[in-house]
C-alpha cells in the first residue's frame, strides 16, 4: 500500500491566486481528514469525510476554502483567493474504524506559501 | 469544545534518561486517546492508542496512560535513545460535545535526546 499519497509537497503563490491540494487516501479507508499545521496555531482540523460526505466543517477558516470529495479515492483543498496568512502545511489523513477508533494514517504533507 | 493541551512544549534530556510527556483534554467523555510521533519535514506517524476503556497502552520502550476521570494521559519513554528525538503529539477522538468520529490534536512536545 503506497499510503496516503498528497500533492503538490510543496507550494509557492502569490496572494490572490488560486490554490488547490490534493490527497489519495488509502483504499478500503472510508474518513477523510484535512489538517493545517503551523507554528503558532499547531494541527488544526479543517474537515473531514465520512463516505464522501462532509461531516463537520466547523474548522474551515472562511469562505475562502472550499473541500471536495467526488469520489472515494480523491479529495480537494481550495483556496480562493490564497492570503499570506494561509502559508502552513497542509495534511491529508484517511482512516477505517478499528473497534470504533479512528486510526490516522497521514500523508506527508503540502507546504504551502503565499507570497 | 474540546481543547487539547501538552507539556512542556519541548524537552531536552541527555540519551539514557526515561522522560514523561503529558497530555491534558478539557472534555473528558473522550472515545480514545491517541500519541504520535512527528520528525522535522515529514507526516504524522501513530504510536499508540488507547481506548476510553483502558489504562494503559505498552509498545517496546513505550507507555502511554489514560486516565479519564482527570482529562490526562502520559506517555513515558524508557531509556530514551537519539533516534527518539521528534516531537510527540496526544489526540483526543470524540467527547461530551465532539463529533463521535472528530479527532482534535495537542500542539505537542519537541524532543530532544542528546548522545
Known amino acids: 500500500d503506497a499510503g496516503v499519497i498528497q500533492s503538490p509537497r510543496h507550494e509557492v503563490t502569490e496572494m490572490g491566486q488560486e490554490v488547490t491540494l490534493r490527497c489519495k487516501p488509502i483504499s478500503g479507508h472510508d474518513y477523510l481528514f484535512w489538517y493545517r499545521q503551523t507554528m503558532m496555531r499547531g494541527l488544526e482540523l479543517l474537515i473531514y469525510f465520512n463516505n464522501n460526505v462532509p461531516i463537520d466543517d466547523s474548522g474551515m477558516p472562511e469562505d475562502r476554502f472550499s473541500a471536495k470529495m467526488p469520489n472515494a479515492s480523491f479529495s480537494t483543498l481550495k483556496i480562493q483567493p490564497s492570503e499570506p496568512r494561509d502559508s502552513a502545511v497542509y495534511f491529508c489523513a484517511s482512516s477505517h474504524r478499528v473497534g470504533g477508533a479512528n486510526v490516522l494514517t497521514f500523508g506527508a504533507g503540502s507546504r504551502l506559501t503565499v507570497l | 469544545k474540546q481543547e487539547v493541551t501538552q507539556i512542556p512544549a519541548a524537552l531536552s534530556v541527555p540519551e539514557g534518561e526515561n522522560l514523561v510527556l503529558n497530555c491534558s483534554f478539557t472534555?473528558?467523555?473522550?472515545?480514545?486517546l491517541q500519541w504520535f510521533r512527528q520528525d522535522p519535514g515529514k507526516g504524522l506517524t501513530s504510536l499508540l492508542l488507547i481506548q476510553s476503556s483502558q489504562r494503559e497502552q505498552t509498545s517496546g520502550r513505550l507507555n502511554a496512560s489514560l486516565d479519564k476521570s482527570s482529562g490526562r494521559s502520559t506517555l513515558y519513554i524508557a531509556a530514551s535513545q537519539p533516534g527518539d528525538s521528534a516531537t510527540y503529539l496526544c489526540a483526543a477522538q470524540g467527547g461530551m460535545k465532539t463529533s463521535y468520529d472528530k479527532v482534535i490534536f495537542g500542539p505537542g512536545t519537541s524532543l530532544s535526546v542528546i548522545p
Open positions: 472534555d473528558s467523555a473522550i472515545y480514545n
